[in-house]
């Protein structure tokens, strides 16, 4: 169920920057110019679009997938993710120090768990950019920013990933397809080095990009 991979991977970041110091609040991450802190402000960001979408108006039917909302278009154009940028760092600054980011996080993360748990499987909601989605289709773009800034976070804090299993799999499985792990065999790659080179966390080599050209790999649009 994607509502408990979201669970999961929010409560993994919840504990991991739980207890950092200011110094490691203000590291820079490659997500420039964001720093830890303003990165977690991204992603309170990025979660709390959820409950004006559940008060909204319900589409009448879903028109786009997960697959599809990562489509390149104007959502991802220099001027939206200027935008993007300095919305959480206007919603970061307005926090008092660490503890109140995580506070703020945990607390929005939890209303969108509890909201969308009273809703029905098949509960469309429109999102933002006015595309139709099922509501699990949309939680699992959720997931995959909770699970691929994670990896921004604790490289940026010099950590090992607390990637969950569970966000991870449906991550690679939205990227791949049902049959990801025969897909990652054939690459030769683990599901982290996988979700590091498909998301330009980590580079390609020469020898990478045949193998994904000959196995028909399509990467997703991500800001």
């Known amino acids: 169920m994607t509502l408990d991979a979201f669970r999961l991977e929010a409560e993994s970041l919840s504990r991991a920057v739980a207890?950092?110091?200011?110094?490691?609040w203000n590291r820079p991450?490659?997500?420039?110019?964001?720093?830890?802190?303003?990165?977690?402000?991204h992603l309170r960001v990025a979660v709390a679009w959820l409950p004006?979408?559940?008060?909204?108006?319900?589409?009448?039917?879903?028109?786009?997938?997960?697959?599809?909302?990562?489509?390149?278009?104007?959502?991802?154009?220099?001027?939206?993710?200027?935008?993007?940028?300095?919305?959480?760092?206007?919603?970061a600054a307005g926090l008092s120090?660490?503890?109140?980011?995580?506070?703020?996080?945990?607390a929005t993360w939890?209303?969108?768990?509890?909201?969308?748990?009273?809703?029905r499987e098949d509960r469309v909601v429109r999102t933002r950019h006015g595309d139709a989605m099922l509501l699990s289709q949309f939680l699992l773009t959720r997931v995959v920013e909770l699970a691929?800034?994670?990896?921004?976070?604790?490289?940026?804090?010099?950590?090992?990933?607390?990637m969950t299993p569970r966000a991870g799999d449906a991550v690679t499985e939205?990227?791949?397809g049902r049959d990801w792990q025969n897909t990652l065999r054939e690459l030769g790659w683990d599901q982290l080095e996988f979700l590091r080179k498909a998301t330009g966390r980590q580079p390609l080599e020469p020898a990478d990009v045949t193998r994904v050209d000959q196995l028909g790999v399509r990467w997703l649009t991500l800001g």
């Open 110 to 119: 939890q209303l969108v768990d509890d909201r969308c748990r009273a809703e």
């Open 174 to 176: 939205l990227m791949l």
């Open 148 to 162: 691929v800034h994670g990896l921004d976070l604790a490289d940026a804090l010099g950590r090992a990933p607390w």
């Open 97 to 106: 120090d660490g503890a109140a980011v995580v506070a703020d996080f945990t």
């Open 29 to 41: 991450t490659r997500c420039e110019p964001w720093t830890v802190r303003e990165l977690l402000g």
């Open 19 to 24: 207890d950092l110091s200011e110094p490691e």
């Open 52 to 91: 004006g979408m559940l008060a909204a108006e319900k589409p009448d039917q879903a028109e786009i997938s997960a697959v599809e909302y990562y489509r390149p278009d104007e959502r991802f154009a220099a001027q939206t993710n200027s935008a993007r940028i300095d919305l959480a760092r206007d919603h």
